[in-house]
T-cell receptor, first 114, second 110 residues
Framework: ETGVTQSPTHLIKTRGQQVTLRCSSQSGHNTVSWYQQALGQGPQFIFQYYREEENGRGNFPPRFSGLQFPNYSSELNVNALELDDSALYLC?????????????FGEGSRLTVL | SQQGEEDPQALSIQEGENATMNCSYKTSINNLQWYRQNSGRGLVHLILIRSNEREKHSGRLRVTLDTSKKSSSLLITASRAADTASYFCATVAAGNKLTFGGGTRVLVKP
């Protein structure tokens, strides 16, 4: 059984650019959530995907968008990057075997916006 | 905005001592969870306590929940150097999202 994997692990972008982050969910998990964690703070919920549909969204602007694919992997896209978007982006999956409330997190993608 | 607030923000103890951290939240919840994070990496789920439970144990971890005070505590007994990490409480209210607090940074000195 593979865990949650995220790519890339680190990346640097400049203000105004676009970025795509990828997440492969744990085997058998059909729900993927994305969180943003600024340095020294707790994670903030961005959105959740279930069966390829957005299933809840936090207080993030529309330039944060996502996708979930038939194999339950997911992408987070951020357009028009701002300096404040610099953060660790965490993907978490959950599924029927483990219960929907227990999340399994990947190691994150650390984004730096210059 | 964050639902939970952990206290203290940072904690330094000797190996073998107990570590206690608290979490307060603002709204009614379905359940409350504790997670551990090592050095800015992924979070690891530690324990979940439902709103109708008052105490739960898992190995060296003990969690309490007081819904009347909207607070929870996490106790780590007989701490080890490997327990050095940040600990976050997260609440689930309506919907599917977890709302995390700001975390407690724990340093266990050998």
């Amino acid at each position: 059984e593979t865990g949650v994997t995220q790519s890339p692990t680190h990346l640097i972008k400049t203000r105004g650019q676009q970025v795509t982050l990828r997440c492969s969910s744990q085997s058998g998990h059909n729900t993927v959530s994305w969180y943003q964690q600024a340095l020294g703070q707790g994670p903030q919920f961005i959105f959740q995907y279930y069966r390829e549909e957005e299933n809840g969204r936090g207080n993030f602007p529309p330039r944060f968008s996502g996708l979930q694919f038939p194999n339950y992997s997911s992408e987070l896209n951020v357009n028009a990057l701002e300096l404040d978007d610099s953060a660790l982006y965490l993907c978490a999956s959950s599924g029927p075997q483990t219960g929907k409330w227990e999340l399994f997190f990947g190691e994150g993608s650390r984004l730096t916006v210059l | 905005s964050q639902q939970g607030e952990e206290d203290p923000q940072a904690l330094s103890i000797q190996e073998g001592e107990n570590a206690t951290m608290n979490c307060s939240y603002k709204t009614s919840i379905n359940n409350l969870q504790w997670y551990r994070q090592n050095s800015g990496r992924g979070l690891v789920h530690l324990i979940l306590i439902r709103s109708n439970e008052r105490e739960k144990h898992s190995g060296r971890l003990r969690v309490t929940l007081d819904t009347s005070k909207k607070s929870s505590s996490l106790l780590i007994t007989a701490s080890r150097a490997a327990d050095t990490a940040s600990y976050f409480c997260a609440t689930v209210a309506a919907g599917n999202k977890l709302t995390f607090g700001g975390g407690t940074r724990v340093l266990v000195k050998p």
